[in-house]
């Protein structure tokens, strides 16, 4: 998408131009979401028609749910996510995971998934104990290794991750890209929105700082090294 941007707008990719906003920029986003999103309705298509017949009407209405999601046309079409294209990916993902004859499909579907987008990372351990159990395993014993299908799945996942990261490894690029991926120097958790046991983290973390705050460890080591959290090194 980028060299596509660099053809219409090569101003849109400078990485240091915040707030960047020329009509090029925002007419290029606009119409990239809305293609993009032609991979959401094919995976829920697809979904639809490989359900089961007792389960074809509640499909139907989980698909227009997620279609019609005011949640997900707010953020792709405001600010510009991409997340209705990633969320195609996934869904068809799944509907590869329905079927045998699939199943390898469906893995590395999702290995592109997360060369797209390493949010979904937290779903790698279900697919991976899913695959290893259905695809790699015997179906008699989980003691009965399936040499053939380990190898195909191992290969073709190496490979995605291949195209995807050996251009950064070829350019001695890949502690830079990783910095970008997992930026820790700017704390664990990215906004207190973040779900499940991050939010008791940022909550625990911001109870604590107040705690450092009346002690002499705010002394000995600066309260703002004490934070795992954004808000508090930009506040």
Known sequence: MSLGAGQIHPAMLNVKGLNYDTWQ?????????ILTELMLIIALSYF???????QKTSSHAAALSILLSPGLLIIDHIHFQYNGFLYGILILSLVFAR???????????????????????????????????????SKKSIFRIRFG??????LAIGTVFALAFGPFVYMGQMEQMMSR???FSR????????????AMYSFTDRVLIYGILLSPLKYTYGADRCSGTKAWHSS
Do not use: D, M
């Not at 639809?48 to 007792?54: G, N």
């Not at 299908?149 to 191992?154: E, F, H, M, R």
């Open 149 to 154: 299908n380990a190898i195909k799945l191992g």
């Open 48 to 54: 639809v028609q490989t359900a089961p017949t007792f």
């Open 99 to 137: 079927r045998e004859s699939t199943l390898l499909a469906s893995g590395i579907t999702f290995a592109i998934l997360l060369c797209l987008k390493h949010i979904y990372l937290y779903l790698a351990p279900a697919y991976f104990v899913y695959l290893l159990r259905v695809y790699c395993l």
């Open 181 to 183: 991926l997992f930026p």
């Open 187 to 198: 704390g664990l958790c990215h906004a207190y929105w973040a779900p499940n046991v991050w």
């Open 25 to 33: 920029t925002i007419y290029f986003q606009r119409t990239t979401v």
